[in-house]
């Protein structure tokens, strides 16, 4: 049993993680938001972040805090900035300072969108600021002894009040246009919990793409969502990126190659209908 610290433990990501942790290791949650998966209601820009991670002391940081609406990152830098990239190297620093590991939670945004199938090989060329300072941010985690990063993108799940793809799709009250040109391999949170799990028993260290097995587009994925969920597919509107005129550019031919993250983690990923299907039963069995 290790001693796990997760940042942004209030988030979407976060609090998945810290729940399906917290049965196998002594789990600790940080966060500025107070929330049932945070013991410690913190900024990671304090200037005495420190001491509160010390008296913590994990073995494991998964930093997964950041600011992730791409838009707003564009309009907002230097918020963009110190949320991403300076309390990533807070991060860093206290693991350098204390021989602790790092487990950070990139995006498949560090790439271009140009090419399809990106694997851990490929170049990176993020063409928003999101991008940007989560690229700045691996690379100030690459300075330590022993890290992780994995890149996973469109990560869907059932969240209560939360703002992820799936539930903006189960909140559909009227007609919303749907890009059909931009081009990712959504990863169910549970699968993501599962990688990054499974990645802490074998000590694994590295930059993995830790995306879903399946390349679709964004259309076609609410197309799925409406069919599984019975929503009225009238509702979705095809659509093209640049229609959207959305503030910050976007990565479109962004799939992802995952295989090598599974082959080592010895996991067998559902596909997206899959994932949509255990959703929706475990919703139903909730109400």
Known sequence: MAKILVTGSAGFVGKNIFNFLKNKHKSYGISRRLSETTTHPYDLNMKDIEKVLDSINPDIIIHAAALTSVDYCETHQSEARKSNVSATENMVNWCKKNNKKLIYISTDYVYAGLLNNYDEESSTEPVNLYGKTKLEAELLVQNLKDW????????????????????????????????????????????????????????????????????????????????????????????????????????????????????????????????????????????
């Open 148 to 287: 992780c990063i994995l890149r996973p993108t469109v990560i869907y799940g059932y969240d209560i009040g939360g703002n992820n793809f799936l539930m903006q799709m189960l909140a559909l009250k009227e007609k919303r246009k749907i890009p059909c040109d931009q081009i990712s391999n959504p990863i169910d949170i549970k699968v993501f919990c599962e990688y990054v799990s499974k990645a802490i028993d074998i000590n694994l260290s590295g930059i993995y793409v830790a995306t879903g097995p399946e390349t679709i587009n964004r259309y076609e994925f609410a197309l799925l969502i409406a069919k599984i969920f019975e929503i009225d597919k009238r509702l979705l509107e095809k659509t093209s990126t640049v229609s959207l005129n959305q503030v910050a550019k976007r990565p479109l031919n962004n799939g992802t190659n995952s295989s090598r993250l599974r082959s080592i983690l010895s996991y067998k990923s559902p596909t997206i209908e899959e994932s949509l299907i255990n959703i929706k039963n475990q919703v139903s069995k909730a109400h």
